[in-house]
């Protein structure tokens, strides 16, 4: 056993492991706190249980992570929330979450279905030593060296790339390329799970996509984990809660520097593990009272997708999609020519793509095109609801 596992089952039995996953959620709640210090009641009960989901997302990722054995398991799609979701999730995607461990290589196999699917190496800075030292109360402070939730990801491939004519793939997951000529996709020693976004059209015809992944090297897997495997597990899953916490509230706060507006804020987007290689994704905070509307205008570009939809403070969707109401997709959206005209605002303003934002007036906002054909010029303004019928369209 190394030093590193040593400290690391040694911090298990004794719980120093368990108080220091207790203490870093702890902190991720001090977040939320100075947060809401002079908001309303509204976003502090949302934050609070935006970090009890973050709780239960992060223990599905990290405490309960499954990688790969050599007797395979299939990669399921995971469907957008009703409402929440985490990062201005869209209604239109469902994601792929599988954990793999970069030190071995993976055959992934099955078709490709007629959604278009974005996969990409998910490898965010964990340290070395990760489980053998405390984070804790100072895990915040740590994050520039120690966040699971900050992923910029290179290694990334369009899964319609790899199909062969009859819409079979076959290809290799791994870090070096394969020496046999199999197709591949890289991923970097620190990658820790396989994503994917399916951006669906129409989700009552469309075929997703089916996939097998297969570990091909021999290894031991222990079930349930060994006690320096949990105490690692553990020390992920806190820091990964913290990332989360932290980085979202980081770009909100940037965002509301900017109410009513929106742009391609590539900095964050990278930060928090999007794909601006396949994507261009404005992002705004709203802020609109009643007896006020803010209207969004945009030439559409040839694009695989678009979508515009409202959040609350927290990133948490308001849509609710199995009603098609709270956001505007390019499948729905009326045009006048190849202009576009959103308009948010709490009575109906009498004009097409209206979005009422229910029982909120403020929160983050986002316009996501997936892969446009061209940079979209996209304006925004707030004006009395009374004035969107004759409001001129922009130059």
């Given at each position: 056993?190394?030093?590193?596992?040593?400290?690391?089952?040694?911090?298990?039995?004794?719980?120093?492991?368990?108080?220091?996953?207790?203490?870093?959620?702890?902190?991720?709640?001090?977040?939320?706190?100075?947060?809401?210090?002079?908001?309303?009641?509204?976003?502090?009960?949302?934050?609070?249980?935006?970090?009890?989901r973050?709780?239960?997302?992060?223990?599905?990722?990290?405490i309960?992570?499954?990688t790969?054995?050599?007797?395979g398991?299939?990669?399921?799609?995971?469907?957008?929330?009703?409402?929440?979701?985490?990062?201005?999730?869209?209604?239109?995607?469902?994601?792929?979450?599988?954990?793999?461990?970069?030190?071995?290589?993976?055959?992934?196999t099955?078709?490709?279905?007629?959604?278009?699917?974005?996969?990409?190496?998910?490898?965010?800075?964990?340290?070395?030593?990760?489980?053998?030292?405390?984070?804790?109360?100072?895990?915040?402070?740590?994050?520039?060296?120690?966040?699971?939730?900050?992923?910029?990801?290179?290694?990334?491939?369009?899964?319609?790339?790899?199909?062969?004519?009859?819409?079979?793939v076959?290809?290799?997951?791994?870090?070096?390329?394969?020496?046999?000529?199999?197709?591949?996709?890289?991923?970097?020693?620190?990658?820790?799970e396989?994503?994917?976004?399916?951006?669906?059209?129409?989700?009552?015809?469309?075929?997703?996509?089916?996939?097998?992944?297969?570990?091909?090297?021999?290894?031991?897997?222990?079930d349930?984990?060994?006690?320096?495997?949990?105490?690692?597990?553990?020390?992920?899953?806190?820091?990964?809660i913290?990332?989360?916490?932290?980085?979202?509230?980081?770009?909100?706060?940037?965002?509301?520097?900017?109410?009513?507006?929106?742009?391609?804020?590539?900095?964050?987007?990278?930060?928090?593990?999007?794909?601006?290689?396949?994507?261009?994704?404005?992002?705004?905070?709203?802020?609109v009272?009643d007896?006020?509307?803010?209207?969004?205008?945009?030439?559409?570009?040839?694009?695989?997708?678009?979508?515009?939809?409202?959040?609350?403070?927290?990133?948490?969707?308001?849509?609710?999609?199995?009603?098609?109401?709270?956001?505007?997709?390019?499948e729905?959206?009326?045009?006048?020519?190849?202009?576009?005209?959103?308009?948010?605002?709490?009575?109906?303003?009498?004009?097409?793509?209206?979005?009422?934002p229910?029982?909120?007036d403020?929160?983050?906002?986002?316009?996501?095109?997936?892969?446009?054909?061209?940079?979209?010029?996209?304006?925004?303004r707030?004006?009395?609801?009374?004035?969107?019928?004759?409001?001129?369209?922009?130059?």
């Amino acid at each position: 056993m190394s030093e590193f596992d040593a400290e690391r089952a040694a911090r298990l039995h004794d719980g120093r492991a368990w108080a220091d996953f207790c203490d870093t959620f702890k902190a991720a709640g001090d977040i939320i706190i100075r947060q809401t210090t002079d908001a309303d009641d509204q976003d502090r009960v949302e934050g609070f249980r935006y970090l009890t989901r973050m709780f239960f997302m992060a223990a599905g990722r990290s405490i309960e992570r499954r990688t790969p054995s050599t007797r395979g398991n299939g990669i399921g799609l995971i469907p957008p929330p009703l409402k929440g979701g985490i990062g201005v999730q869209s209604p239109n995607q469902d994601h792929i979450v599988q954990g793999v461990d970069s030190q071995f290589r993976y055959r992934i196999t099955g078709t490709v279905g007629n959604v278009y699917t974005h996969l990409s190496a998910w490898s965010p800075p964990v340290p070395e030593n990760v489980g053998a030292f405390d984070s804790g109360l100072e895990s915040e402070s740590q994050l520039e060296y120690f966040n699971p939730n900050n992923a910029k990801t290179p290694h990334s491939v369009v899964l319609a790339d790899l199909a062969e004519d009859d819409g079979t793939v076959d290809f290799i997951l791994s870090v070096e390329p394969p020496d046999d000529g199999s197709k591949w996709m890289s991923m970097a020693p620190t990658t820790r799970e396989l994503m994917g976004r399916a951006v669906w059209d129409d989700r009552a015809n469309q075929i997703p996509p089916r996939l097998r992944i297969v570990c091909l090297d021999e290894h031991e897997q222990s079930d349930p984990p060994t006690p320096e495997e949990m105490s690692v597990r553990l020390a992920v899953g806190g820091q990964l809660i913290m990332g989360l916490v932290a980085d979202y509230e980081g770009w909100t706060n940037d965002l509301r520097t900017r109410v009513n507006d929106t742009e391609f804020t590539r900095e964050w987007y990278e930060k928090i593990g999007g794909s601006p290689d396949d994507r261009h994704f404005e992002f705004g905070y709203w802020d609109v009272p009643d007896g006020k509307a803010l209207v969004v205008d945009f030439v559409e570009p040839e694009t695989q997708h678009w979508n515009f939809q409202l959040c609350n403070h927290w990133m948490e969707n308001l849509a609710n999609y199995a009603t098609g109401k709270g956001y505007i997709d390019k499948e729905n959206g009326v045009r006048d020519g190849e202009r576009v005209r959103i308009v948010v605002a709490h009575e109906d303003p009498g004009v097409p793509n209206w979005i009422e934002p229910a029982t909120h007036d403020h929160g983050v906002m986002g316009l996501r095109f997936v892969r446009p054909s061209a940079e979209p010029d996209v304006t925004s303004r707030l004006v009395d609801v009374g004035d969107v019928k004759d409001l001129p369209v922009p130059d």
